[in-house]
């Protein structure tokens, strides 16, 4: 049996994740691992699919879904995690699917949604530290980061990046502003020049094409004035025209009428083709009076070239030209404002760069005093993990103001006594990267609302010596979170309160992956295999190995209580 959680281990979490359900993803066929509080830890041999889960627990956080993940011969691959939340009855599930075909689908619960609203729900509550993420810990902004984190710095961040943005902003208004005074007035003489022409021009909407047709009739003026002489003359000359001829018939339909009244209404309605015919010769008679009374075509053609101009100039129509005169007026009257805006500008500049400075140097002291914690804290922890001369120190240098501070960050290992701090990326073996990662992870337990924790690989560059601290550092970390630690060493699987063996078999001539969890025997076998290295997973391991085993499981579970006693 492996040692049994102690006491207060992660008795207290409301959230975390219950089970991992993976169908079709790369080797696995089909897996479910269902994960209890505390440490649980990971084992089985090279290339039998260890890491998978972790990109199967990555696919529902919502990382970007790789077709080529899904198993070779299946249509999509399925993930499926159930988390532990609080204020609810069932748990929360959380659903990602990847087709071969290249296409991804995200579900909470019965709801389909976006890979980007799955990673904000899940996000929070799980965090995986992997080779990666260890990577991130030499660069300086994820120091900075985590010094924020850990100071509980957001109030600040957000006060200087709203400060800065302030002052960003103005001084980009304040170098659009024209500096040069003959530029400026260049520019309104052109603003006002504009306005002036569009103005006296006094162009009303469908001028051109109102020009363009009264041109088309003066053009037929001849064929017009023959066409409306012949009309006139056919409706109103005397005895043969139109109109006289209709008069005659309507005096004599009024006869016939008198005689027989059946004949009132045809009489009325020659009446009204009597008026008509007036009406259209009058209309007729004025419309020719009209044309011949109208402005010349030298200046219709005058007018349109006038129009013609402006449209080239400012706008395709008409409505056009009108709007950017009034755009123009407008515009010469802001830039005749311009020093007057300026002025102000230029002084607000100054109130906004002073703001900000204060906001960055309230920060900047804060990081101060949380850097010296946390190099105090982390020094202790890596004292924990078997670096016990090792001494982390956070050392800030002034910056550049930004959204961010006044200062850059960096993390410094003294690895031994008399040695100077350097920055992480120039000291730091494999080994000491992991144990410092894990050191920081430590340090940072109590600050870190994330309520699980995933380490891949976080014994990479561990030997078995130093393996033990740090398997009694996650152990320690098992109290304010749940832990799942992917792992090769059984000094560190041996702390694990759950211990699950990932295999690879070949089923119909197909390799699968399998997943168990190991109690009693088999996990001391297990322990035993991975002290005896790959070669025991063949042969077997031997009786030195499994005594090795027992004795560590003892071991652990006796670090494990005296932890709790000490923490009671």
Same mark, same amino acid.
């Given at each position: 049996?492996?040692?049994?959680?102690?006491e207060?281990?992660?008795a207290?979490?409301?959230?975390?994740?219950l089970?991992?359900?993976?169908?079709?993803?790369?080797?696995? !066929?089909?897996?479910?691992? #269902?994960?209890?509080?505390?440490?649980t830890?990971?084992t089985?041999? *090279?290339?039998?699919?260890?890491?998978?889960l972790?990109?199967a627990l990555? +696919?529902?956080?919502?990382?970007?879904?790789?077709?080529?993940l899904?198993?070779?011969?299946?249509?999509?691959?399925?993930?499926?995690?159930?988390?532990?939340?609080p204020?609810?009855?069932e748990? +929360?599930?959380?659903v990602r699917e990847?087709?071969?075909?290249?296409?991804? +689908?995200?579900?909470?619960?019965?709801?389909?949604?976006t890979?980007?609203?799955?990673?904000?729900?899940?996000?929070?509550?799980?965090?995986?530290?992997?080779?990666?993420?260890?990577?991130?810990?030499?660069?300086?902004?994820?120091? /900075?980061?985590?010094?924020?984190a850990?100071?509980?710095?957001?109030?600040l961040?957000?006060?200087?990046?709203?400060?800065?943005?302030?002052? =960003?902003?103005?001084?980009a208004a304040?170098? @659009?502003?024209?500096?040069?005074?003959?530029?400026?007035?260049?520019?309104?003489?052109?603003?006002e020049?504009?306005?002036?022409e569009?103005a006296?021009?006094?162009v #009303?909407p469908d001028?051109?094409?109102?020009l363009?047709a009264?041109?088309?009739?003066?053009?037929?003026?001849?064929?017009?004035?023959?066409?409306?002489?012949?009309?006139g003359?056919r409706?109103?000359?005397?005895?043969?025209g139109?109109?006289?001829?209709? @008069?005659?018939a309507?005096?004599e339909?009024?006869?016939?009428?008198?005689?027989?009244p059946?004949?009132a209404?045809?009489?009325e309605?020659? $009446?009204?083709?009597?008026? $008509?015919?007036?009406?259209?010769?009058?209309?007729?008679? /004025?419309?020719?009076?009209?044309?011949? @009374?109208?402005p010349?075509?030298?200046?219709?053609?005058?007018?349109?070239?006038?129009?013609?101009?402006?449209?080239?100039?400012?706008?395709?129509?008409?409505?056009a030209?009108?709007?950017?005169?009034?755009?123009?007026?407008?515009?010469?009257?802001? +830039?005749?404002?311009?020093?007057?805006?300026?002025?102000?500008?230029?002084?607000?500049?100054?109130?906004?760069v002073?703001a900000?400075?204060?906001?960055?140097a309230?920060?900047?002291?804060?990081?101060?005093?949380?850097?010296a914690?946390?190099? #105090?804290?982390?020094?202790?922890?890596?004292?924990?993990?078997?670096?016990?001369?090792?001494h982390?120190?956070v050392?800030?240098?002034?910056?550049?103001?930004?959204p961010?501070?006044?200062d850059?960050?960096?993390?410094?290992?003294?690895?031994n006594?008399?040695?100077?701090?350097?920055p992480?990326?120039?000291?730091?073996?494999?080994?000491?990267?992991?144990?410092?990662?894990?050191?920081?992870?430590?340090?940072?337990?109590?600050?870190?609302? *994330?309520?699980?924790?995933?380490?891949?690989?976080?014994?990479?560059?561990i030997?078995?010596?130093?393996?033990?601290p740090?398997?009694?550092?996650?152990? /320690?970390?098992?109290?304010?979170? =749940?832990?799942?630690?992917?792992?090769?060493?059984?000094?560190? @699987?041996?702390?694990?309160?759950?211990?699950?063996?990932?295999?690879k078999?070949?089923?119909?001539?197909?390799?699968?992956?399998?997943?168990?969890?190991?109690?009693? !025997? $088999? /996990?001391?076998r297990?322990?035993?295999?991975?002290l %005896? %290295?790959?070669?025991?997973? *063949?042969?077997?391991?031997?009786?030195?190995?499994?005594?090795?085993?027992?004795?560590?499981?003892e071991?652990?579970?006796?670090?494990?209580?005296?932890?709790? #006693?000490? *923490?009671?």
């Amino acid at each position: 049996m492996g040692p049994a959680p102690p006491e207060g281990r992660a008795a207290a979490l409301v959230t975390r994740l219950l089970e991992l359900a993976v169908e079709e993803l790369a080797l696995i !066929e089909r897996l479910r691992i #269902r994960l209890g509080p505390g440490f649980t830890v990971i084992t089985g041999e *090279t290339g039998a699919g260890k890491s998978l889960l972790i990109d199967a627990l990555g +696919l529902v956080l919502g990382v970007r879904a790789d077709p080529g993940l899904v198993r070779a011969g299946a249509v999509a691959a399925r993930v499926e995690a159930l988390f532990e939340v609080p204020d609810r009855d069932e748990p +929360l599930i959380c659903v990602r699917e990847v087709a071969a075909a290249g296409r991804s +689908l995200a579900r909470l619960d019965d709801e389909t949604v976006t890979a980007a609203r799955l990673a904000a729900t899940t996000g929070p509550l799980v965090a995986i530290h992997g080779q990666h993420q260890q990577q991130r810990l030499l660069d300086g902004a994820a120091q /900075r980061d985590l010094l924020d984190a850990y100071g509980g710095h957001a109030g600040l961040r957000a006060a200087v990046a709203a400060a800065f943005g302030a002052w =960003q902003d103005n001084r980009a208004a304040l170098a @659009a502003l024209i500096d040069d005074p003959a530029e400026l007035e260049r520019r309104i003489a052109l603003a006002e020049h504009a306005a002036d022409e569009i103005a006296a021009a006094g162009v #009303r909407p469908d001028e051109v094409r109102e020009l363009r047709a009264a041109l088309a009739r003066g053009a037929q003026a001849g064929s017009i004035d023959r066409l409306v002489a012949s009309v006139g003359s056919r409706l109103s000359e005397e005895r043969s025209g139109a109109r006289d001829s209709l @008069a005659m018939a309507a005096r004599e339909a009024q006869e016939l009428a008198r005689l027989d009244p059946r004949f009132a209404p045809l009489s009325e309605r020659i $009446e009204g083709l009597a008026a $008509e015919v007036e009406d259209v010769a009058a209309d007729l008679r /004025r419309a020719g009076e009209a044309d011949a @009374a109208g402005p010349v075509e030298a200046a219709l053609e005058e007018r349109l070239s006038l129009l013609y101009g402006l449209l080239r100039k400012y706008g395709p129509d008409e409505a056009a030209v009108v709007a950017h005169g009034d755009a123009a007026r407008a515009e010469a009257r802001r +830039l005749r404002e311009t020093e007057a805006l300026r002025a102000a500008r230029l002084a607000d500049d100054a109130r906004l760069v002073r703001a900000a400075d204060a906001a960055a140097a309230q920060l900047g002291e804060a990081r101060q005093v949380a850097g010296a914690r946390l190099g #105090r804290a982390a020094s202790t922890a890596l004292a924990a993990l078997g670096l016990r001369q090792a001494h982390l120190s956070v050392a800030l240098v002034a910056t550049e103001l930004g959204p961010n501070g006044a200062d850059s960050v960096a993390f410094e290992l003294a690895a031994n006594p008399g040695e100077p701090a350097r920055p992480l990326a120039d000291i730091a073996s494999g080994g000491e990267l992991s144990r410092v990662s894990l050191a920081i992870e430590s340090v940072l337990a109590g600050a870190d609302a *994330t309520p699980t924790l995933v380490f891949d690989e976080i014994d990479a560059g561990i030997g078995a010596r130093s393996a033990d601290p740090v398997g009694q550092a996650l152990g /320690r970390l098992a109290a304010e979170h =749940q832990v799942v630690v992917v792992t090769h060493l059984a000094q560190i @699987a041996a702390h694990a309160d759950h211990h699950l063996l990932i295999e690879k078999q070949v089923e119909a001539g197909r390799t699968v992956t399998r997943l168990r969890a190991l109690e009693g !025997e $088999e /996990r001391v076998r297990e322990l035993a295999v991975m002290l %005896g %290295g790959s070669a025991s997973r *063949t042969a077997g391991p031997s009786a030195a190995a499994i005594a090795t085993a027992r004795e560590l499981l003892e071991r652990a579970r006796l670090g494990s209580v005296a932890t709790a #006693r000490g *923490t009671s």
